[in-house]
């Protein structure tokens, strides 16, 4: 590999150069398969931390375990309609398309399909090719879509279930801290800060909102998702990200209010913001604190 300007080149620049509509179609490709592992994902690790949670609920309290022989994890049973069970084809399991094909309906019973399937698997191709165009053929795109792929489970997981599973946050804020040990996004002092000050900052936000009103904010999974922020993107960039996170929150609940679809007691997870921040802010917080710094001093 060779070194260019902090960076690492990890796909061949010349065939982006010469025949970048390939190059762009291959990186098209990888972000859709992923996204169709990620898509089973978000459907399947709520099942099995529920199942867990159950057995070692039962297990403490000596109770008889739960009478399911059934096996059920990421790669068993093989991908099925969840509505008549029938086994998908292999056409019908073709990232993107095999939704498109079946026209959003199982071809067995014509139960609909979660559009979720089909938009994760979209949300994670472009985040490849937005990693791509935005990084270049580097590891600093490879991390930032490895990022963009996990933010996108944790958002649909959260939106789903309300939950933000640590089996993802609590890797990712590790690898945060590993790929700025040789500061691909930040200095290591500043994504140590970051993770530390992040979880800080939201476990006195949740407290200080406890004792004044007897209601959680927020879940402690916000924390940890805050701190696998800070831990990518360095502590300078932690108030860019709550700014948008919360603007994006208040407006989005603000629209639900008063459309009626959201009453002003009903919970609403707040890891999607934050997710959706994250990831902006990877690719654009450190122009925008530059612009209003500048801003700030004349």
């Given at each position: ?241 709550l700014l948008f996170a919360s603007l994006a929150g208040a407006l989005y ?46």
């Amino acid at each position: 590999m060779t070194a260019m300007s902090g960076k690492q080149i990890i796909m061949n620049p010349t065939s982006f150069a010469s025949d970048p509509a390939t190059a762009y179609l291959l990186v098209a490709i990888m972000g859709a398969v992923i996204g169709s592992f990620l898509s089973m994902l978000v459907y399947r690790l709520p099942i099995i931390l529920k199942r867990q949670w159950d057995r070692d609920c039962r297990e403490a309290l000596a109770l008889a375990p739960p009478e399911t022989a059934e096996t059920f994890n990421i790669a068993w049973p093989a991908s099925h309609c969840p509505q008549c069970r029938a086994p998908l084809k292999l056409r019908d399991n073709i990232p993107l398309f095999g939704f498109l094909l079946l026209g959003g309906r199982c071809r067995h019973c014509r139960a609909p399909i979660p559009r979720q399937y089909f938009l994760i698997e979209a949300l994670t191709t472009l985040a490849a090719i937005a990693a791509v165009m935005h990084f270049g053929p580097t590891t600093r795109a490879a991390g930032a879509f490895l990022l963009g792929a996990a933010l996108i489970a944790l958002t649909f997981i959260d939106m789903r279930e309300q939950i933000l599973p640590d089996v993802i946050t609590l890797p990712f804020l590790w690898l945060g801290l590993l790929v700025n040990r040789g500061g691909l996004y930040a200095s290591l002092d500043s994504a140590v800060l970051g993770a530390i000050g992040a979880y800080l900052f939201l476990w006195v936000v949740f407290h200080a909102f406890r004792l004044a009103t007897g209601k959680e904010g927020m879940g402690q999974g916000d924390f940890k998702l805050f701190a696998l922020g800070g831990a990518w993107l360095g502590w300078q960039l932690l108030p860019l990200v709550l700014l948008f996170a919360s603007l994006a929150g208040a407006l989005y609940g603000g629209a639900l209010i008063l459309t009626r679809r959201l009453t002003r007691s009903t919970p609403m997870p707040f890891g999607p913001f934050l997710c959706a921040a994250i990831w902006l802010a990877l690719f654009y917080g450190r122009p925008l604190m530059t612009l209003y710094l500048r801003g700030a001093h004349g």
